[in-house]
Each structure stands twice: as C-alpha cells, then as structure tokens.
C-alpha cells in the first residue's frame, strides 16, 4: 500500500492490521520479504544516476531474489578469477587514456587497444574502426580526440552525448559505433556505467531486465541514447547492491545469470544410455570416457580407418551437450596451422579499398569464448585426424593450457592481452593408426592427452559389426569374414593397428548379395590392404575377394 503526507512524503510498504502479526514465527520472514520486493523502487526513486528515469510510463517489476544467486555465481563461475583480475586491471589503464588529463595528451596506441581488444569487455573485430584510425592524419587524430573528450564529459546529459555521437555524419572515423560508445562510458565512468553494450539479442540489456523481472518493452518512442541510459540505470541498480561498487562483477553477474542452466554440467546416465543403445556399444565404455574427460579434458580415439572414431565422437558430444552451437568439429591435414585452429591475421579490403590485415577468430577461440560466457555448460572440440597436422605448430602456446586451465598466456597474436582455456571445454581428437603411428605423436601432446583404443579384435569394438547385421537384419556371416581376415591381417602386419574397420560393412540395405559385397571388397577394403602390403605380392594375393571367400568356407550367399 501506499500513503502520500502533507509535507510530501510517500510512504511504500505493507500494512498488517492491528496485533495480528504479532507472535508468529514467520512474521522475521514476512518483513524481510517485502523489503526485498521494495528494495528495487527506493533504489530506482532515491538513485543518482546520470540519466535518471523519468519517464512517468516506466513499471518497475518486482525484481527476482538475487542475494542467494550471488555465492552460487562466486563459486560456480567462479569469481572473481585472474582473468577477473587482468580485466580490473585493464580498465585502470584505459581509464587514464579517458580522463580529462589523459585526452590532452591522447594516447593513441593505448586507444587502439581500448577498442580492438577484449580488456574490459569484447566488443568484437574493429577492423573498419582501426583502418580508419590508421588512415588519419594529425589533423585527423586532434578531431578523434575531441570527439572523444566531449563525448566522455562534454555538456550535456549522457544520452544527449550517445546521440550525437550515433546520429551524426560528421565524425572523423568511421565504424565508431553504438558498442564502442558504450564501452567508453564504461571505462570512464565505473561508477555510472556497467561494461555491457548491447540492448538486443539474448544477451543483451532489454533481455537481462526481462531476465530479473523488469520492463520487456523499451524501443518505442526512445532514441538509442535514451534506452541505453534506462536500461543501464535499471540493471545498475538492481546489481550494485549485490556486488557493491563492482561493475565488471555486476556485469558477469548479469551474464551469468542469463546463461544459467539448472542441468548439471555433465548428462545423467540417461542421456548415455541412449547413445550407447544406438551406437550399440555398453554404457559403461561411455561412462569411462566421460570419466576421463572430467578429470584430464581431453581424449584422443585411435584405431584402424572404419572403427567408427569420429561418427562414437560426434554422437558422444551429442549426449554430453545436446545444442550443437556448443560443439564444435574441425579436421586437421598437413597444412593445418595455428592461424587456422585459433587464430591469425587475414586480409581484407578496407572502406578506402586498401588492403589491411584484421585479427580474425579461429574456430578454437570462438569456442572458448563462447565456454567462457557459459560456464556451466560443457563445450566441446571435436579435432578429427589430430594426428596428420604438425600438433606443435597448430598448439603452440595452447599445449600449455591443456593442462594448466586455471592459467593465462600471451599468445602470438595477443601480447598485451592473456588467454584461457575455459574449465568446461572439452576435447576429443581421432586418430587414424593406418596413417600416422601413435609412437609418432608429440611426447607433450600425449602427456596432456588420454588415449583410447578402437580396435574391431579388442575391447567395446568387438562384436560390433555382427551386432549391428543382426540389428538391420544384415548377412550375420560378413561379421565373421571381417573377423578372420583381420586375424590375418594382424599376423601378416605384426599388430593390431591395420586391421579392417566394420563401418565398411554397415549399410542400410546389405542383404549378402555376392555382387555388393565383392564390390565393396574389391573397392574398398583390398586397396588398403594393398597399400599396407606393398610389395609383398605372394601375401597381398590371400586377400583378394575370391581368395577370401574361398578360404573360409563356402557361404550361402542368399542368406542373409
């Protein structure tokens, strides 16, 4: 209720009548809560905020309880962390580029850096943004930093500034748009501003209010100035008292909460089960997986070509994280490298036709950022082929953060500026014995990696064809075929890692018709096996189709 005195005070709160409340064991409970329901509107009426919020049309929803969701996020997150800290400590540097002071004497470098990298918050590629500011001539930099200095603390309220800035033609660059602008403010002014500069999308600030019981509409009829500062007031506002004079944990607070999951970071047993009655294989060798991926992150699957690595590799993502925009598979080759895998400079044609080099993403590093906005959520890389890249090349630096995830390095292209891998991504990398030997691998990436065997003799793998033909009402007989060419194939090669995989034989339709089932020999099967016996003529003709056949057993080639 509410009641307006004659002096002009307004009194918000909730009455009980009489001694009714007095005595009862939840009357403790009953004040707390409504505290904590009215604490959003005094904050929003007593507020100092730049900008205030004095659109009469404005409704404050009841904000949801946050205080219980602060230690989860400090120990979930968790937070505050080092990158945390280098964060912190970015803004520091940056904020003396941005006062009064330092926009006398305007640190140029140090503003390229502001705006091209991910201190204080990412606000992605600038290339059209540092091309232009390249491109600028004395005169040209002296009306940037004018431009800059009466945006930050010029005349004016701040949505008049933002305003101007967006809406005008005549700035001396161009790309300077409504997420640098924001990201400034951020940095000048901590104690107005929180580092987050969109207003759409699932992340954005309308979202977050929508998120913590706020308004859901605020485009209509406001200029971008105007929202901007409302939104930032409301979010301010309802966080700063959570994480008092801390913006940058306000701001990962609002992430946080925007991409909280109630699921446990890895599936239940459920998901697992599924995966393996489909891939028709025991649950427990997919547990021992995720097993090893819990403790050490990564794992490598090596066997013979046809032993169904990658198909085990995506499927098993698939239970573990079920949205494929949080898995992610690429394959190495002998060109592979660094800048492809993370990251490296690329060519483009700028706004002036000139070409320049940006800093472009690789599918690595557009992972891991996406893992670390989401940290309770598992993400994961599934490398294909690991083994015929040159690992060294491709890794890096990265080798490292495979095994010391709690730490940051410079990387080649990021000297001012740390990187991480995130707890909650994960690798898996195939490896193909018939082309490189697992004896060959990098003795590092080994150590960092644990390896697991599909061999069709041994272990989760065997039996697997005559399952599947049994399953799809497939000639039941090939199962046994595969397997004593294969014990021949392991004497003739002297180990198991050569050996004829079963998806050769695992299609749809596959009825023993003597025809098919020659052709897939004969163009599939033999021509490895004559690579891996070249020049062992005598050998190499026991495994011809008719040879095969022939030695073990007449078959009914109508049976299926």
Known sequence: MGREYPSGETFVGRWWKGEEALGRADFADDIIATARTLTPLLRFMTSSQRGPLDDPSLELAAMVDLESEVEIFRTERPYPSERDAWHQEQRRVFAACLSREGLEDFDLPTFKRIVS??????????SVLISSINALDAAGIDELRVMVRDLLWGEGRDEERINRVLGSDDVPVQGFGESVVLKLFAIAHPEHWLPLFTLGGDSGKIAMLGRLGGPARWTEGKSRGRTHVETNALLKQTLDPLLPDDPWGQAQLAYWLMRRSDKALMPD?????????????????????????????????????GTGKTYLAQRFAQALQPDPAKRDIVQFHPSSSYEDFFEGFRPQIDHQGQMVYELRKGPLALLA????????????????EINRANLPRVFGE????????????????????????????????????????????DAALRRRFDFVPFMPHDGPMEGLLRRWLEVHDGPVWVAELVDRVNEDLRRALRGPHLQIGHSYFMRPGLDGDEATLRRIWDYNVYPFIEDQLYGREHELAQFRWENVKARYGQFDLTRS
């Open 117 to 126: 990298t991910r201190g204080y918050g990412d606000i992605g590629a600038q």
């Open 269 to 305: 047993h459920d998901a697992l089960g599924e995966a393996a009655q489909e891939l028709l294989i025991e649950e427990d060798f997919l547990r021992e997986i995720r097993a090893l991926l819990e403790e050490k992150k990564q794992v490598i699957f090596y066997g013979p070509p």
């Open 369 to 384: 950022e996406a893992a670390e906005a989401d940290p309770l959520t598992p993400h994961i890389m599934i490398i294909d």
């Open 398 to 441: 990265l080798l490292f953060l495979l095994e010391y995830r709690s730490h940051s390095v410079k990387t080649s292209y990021r000297p001012d500026e740390g990187f991480e891998l995130p707890p909650n991504l994960y690798f898996i990398g195939t490896m193909n014995t018939a082309d490189r030997s697992i004896a060959l691998v």
